[in-house]
């Protein structure tokens, strides 16, 4: 019996078959990953191209939230201090307008309406990280600098612009609120209303510090207003924030889903696969040397 000599190259691409999946095999169990190159799965290879390009979105916005997210609760935590301020001025101005103060007891309120415009002040030339909270866009230097000239002795250097950041695809927030229309707003001027209460104060004249005391209670009106932009602010960043924590899980999901090898598998696969090959090759080692040796031996 003669054996076919057309077995030399099925045994031998059976050899490279098998080699190719125990190279694949240990490839994937070296990686942790089933496609290493787009050819070795070009659908899944396309789909984790876009899913690389939304995690990269999802990681800026992300980015762009935590940025903002301390500076809004700083800016809205130093007008939760002017209010403070503004209810304790009203107190002291309803006190010094009841007309039984001394003078001396007047100028001690003054003195303290004094201390809470410096108080105001500060508060509206906030910084945060070296940026000042209420320049609108101009926010490298503090918004306000003295002016005796000016009613209230100060004069705002910032700009009406504001600052809006991009958290989502098609999502932009509003991150300040310039210093011009919370603290020197023309129908609401906190600086002036304070200041004009210092100086009623000082004189002593109760109906001017009842008009003084108004104005204040204005101003303290307008900027719990002013309050609630940060407040809206700071619930948009915060919902966004939780959004994008679950869309950055779900992006990793899909990812492991695209191209991680489940180890348990790579594993088995590897183990079959080096069976398979050392099978192909102790064949070979058996049939080839028998098969030459007849294709040799045939008479011409």
């Known amino acids: ?34 496609v290493s190159v787009p050819s070795d799965n070009p659908t899944a290879s396309a789909e984790m191209v876009q899913n690389t390009i939304e995690t990269a979105d999802v990681d800026q916005y ?18 939760s201090s002017v209010v403070t ?21 007047q100028q001690a309120i003054a003195a303290q309406v004094q201390g809470l415009l410096t108080s105001v002040l500060s508060q509206a030339n906030m910084s945060y990280q070296g940026t000042y909270l209420f320049g609108g866009t101009a926010n490298a230097t503090a918004p306000y600098t003295a002016d005796p000239s000016s009613p209230s002795g100060y004069t ?56 003084a005391t108004a104005a204040v209670s204005s101003a303290l009106n307008y900027v719990s207003q002013q309050r609630v932009i940060y407040g809206n602010t700071e619930r948009q960043l915060n919902s966004q924030e939780t959004y994008l924590q679950q869309e950055t899980v779900t992006l990793a999901s ?30 070979a080692a058996k049939v080839l040397p028998d098969t030459l040796l007849n294709y040799l031996g045939v008479p011409n």
């Open 156 to 211: 705002y250097k910032g700009n009406s612009e504001v600052n809006s950041i991009q958290v989502g695809d098609q999502q932009s927030v509003q991150v300040n609120v310039p210093g011009s229309q919370i603290f020197s707003n023309s129908s609401a001027n906190v600086l002036n209303s304070l200041s004009s209460l210092v100086t009623a104060l000082q004189s002593g004249n109760t109906t001017e510090i009842g008009t």
């Open 62 to 79: 992300t980015q762009n939230v935590s940025s903002v997210l301390s500076t809004v609760q700083t800016a809205d935590s130093a007008l």
């Open 1 to 34: 019996m003669r054996v076919n000599p057309n077995m030399v190259p099925d045994m031998l691409a059976a050899i490279q078959q098998s080699q190719t999946t125990l190279n694949t095999a240990l490839q994937q169990v070296a990686t942790g990953k089933t």
């Open 254 to 283: 899909q990812a492991t889903s695209l191209v991680d090898v489940n180890e348990a598998t790579a594993a088995t696969n590897l183990s079959q696969a080096e069976t398979d090959n050392n099978a192909a090759l102790a064949a």
């Open 85 to 105: 301020s503004l209810t304790q001025a009203v107190s002291l101005g309803t006190e010094g307008a009841n007309g039984t103060n001394s003078a001396a007891n």
